[in-house]
């Protein structure tokens, strides 16, 4: 049930840690059945004048819902999507318009469980121009050949080997993100999605999120899970 009438409203994060922890709290009230969203509280409030605390870029995937996931109000979350969480120049120029106009602490790339966007690039099928790019940035593993769709847990690596290169993309690609990543303003954040559980895992890190085993403030680009202290325990999806 969702509480959100009995619930105060929450600080806005302003660190890129806080907004890390403040995405995977609500992704804790999301699986937990404690939401606070939607609460018309807000909506007068996000009206008035938006104040996002994050961005997400995500899959495109009408499951992979960020304001849902993370329990977040209207007015919080920049949110641009695209199959299988490609990046290209459209990607960018959303991303750094939003920049321009808020203060984003952290931006968040969300991969997800059963990504058929991913799996029709490595099944030899791209479908437009956004997954012929990711057809070419997304074969370093995983391939099943063409017309084959590659097996789950072959699929589940190359969806978290694919949000890892999408934070690393992002850097790249844009200096706006690269420069506040180097001033320490804004931390690049991958997370997977698991549709069975809900869960949110982090699997990649760049940037000022001092404090999260084995972060990294800057490339190259790491492997392996890790997790904020206190923070919910990565669903069993987080190991792929
Ligand atoms: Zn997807």
Known sequence: MTSALAAA???????????????????????????????PRT?????RAPDPFAAVFSCADSRVAPELIFDCGLGDLVTVRSPGHAVDADVVAALE???RRHRLPLLAVVGHQGCAAIAASLADRPQGATLRALDGSATSAGRGGADRCPAA???EQVVTERVRLSVHDLVEASP????????????????TFSLG??????VE???ALSGVPGARPSPPRRTGTTRLPGSPRPPATATF
């Open 9 to 39: 409203p929450l600080p806005r994060p302003t660190t890129p840690r806080r907004c890390l922890e403040a995405l995977l709290a609500g992704n804790h009230r999301f699986t937990g059945n404690t939401r606070r969203h939607p609460d």
């Open 176 to 191: 706006l993100v690269d420069a506040a990543v180097s001033a320490g303003t804004m931390a690049v954040v991958g997370l």
């Open 153 to 155: 847990p072959v699929l």
């Open 43 to 47: 909506w007068t409030e996000a009206g």
């Open 205 to 207: 890190t760049l940037g």
């Open 97 to 99: 318009r939003q920049m």
């Open 197 to 202: 559980t809900g869960e949110v895992a982090v």
